[in-house]
T-cell receptor, first 113, second 109 residues
């Protein structure tokens, strides 16, 4: 069974802090994704990666960056956290190819105060 | 037109009822279609993929209509445990996926 692990279930950070959200998958998946989910807005894609050291912007990349130094790990970085980045962050992975579903981690609920 | 649109509901149905959800998508080039289920405060989980020929998994049936650009999910003999939000998912360019905002289902005794 695919396992996608997010390092923290809950995080509380202060405005202006640099925040790292870590995600690790154990199924050798090529693709990894970061989404955020907010009430009324659904899941929105922040960044994704098809391979090590590759990254692509999603729909809302502003204020975020990502790092993928190893195939199994995909990190989301909030350079300077702001209150509007309070959200549920979901990491996912999939194999290459169409009709490949995403497998999600159990999410990190980030609160920025 | 939004990329993926769903009726948010909520759909309140009694146990044993049949309920259907529709979802429309805007990108005619989309090739991958899924239904996900999300329970409150949990991550989305794959319910089923949707194939051109339609597919069935127990009480769940999914259909794809490419001409009209919509997919559907039919749930027969609803159970209390089917209460959840159902997300319609369609691929965008490449392998990334667009999610609808979800349809809320509440099955009551």
């Amino acid at each position: 069974d695919v396992k996608v692990t997010q390092s923290s279930r809950y995080l509380v950070k202060r405005t202006g802090e640099k925040v790292f959200l870590e995600c690790v998958q154990d199924m050798d998946h090529e693709n990894m994704f970061w989404y955020r989910q907010d009430p009324g807005l659904g899941l929105r894609l922040i960044y994704f990666s098809y391979d090590v050291k590759m990254k692509e912007k999603g729909d809302i990349p502003e204020g975020y960056s990502v790092s993928r130094e190893k195939k199994e790990r995909f990190s989301l970085i909030l350079e300077s956290a702001s209150t509007n980045q309070t959200s549920m962050y979901l990491c996912a992975s999939s194999i290459q190819g169409y009709n490949s579903p995403l497998h999600f981690g159990n999410g990190t609920r980030l609160t920025v105060t | 037109r939004k990329e993926v649109e769903q009726d948010p509901g909520p759909f309140n149905v009694p146990e044993g009822a049949t309920v259907a959800f529709n979802c429309t998508y805007s990108n005619s080039a989309s090739q991958s279609f899924f239904w996900y289920r999300q329970d409150c405060r949990k991550e989305p989980k794959l319910l089923m993929s949707v194939y051109s020929s339609g597919n069935e998994d127990g009480r769940f049936t999914a259909q794809l209509n490419r001409a009209s650009q919509y997919i559907s999910l039919l749930i027969r003999d609803s159970k209390l445990s089917d209460s959840a939000t159902y997300l319609c998912v369609v691929n965008r360019s490449g392998y990334a996926l667009n999610f609808g905002k979800g349809t809320s289902l509440l099955v009551t005794p």
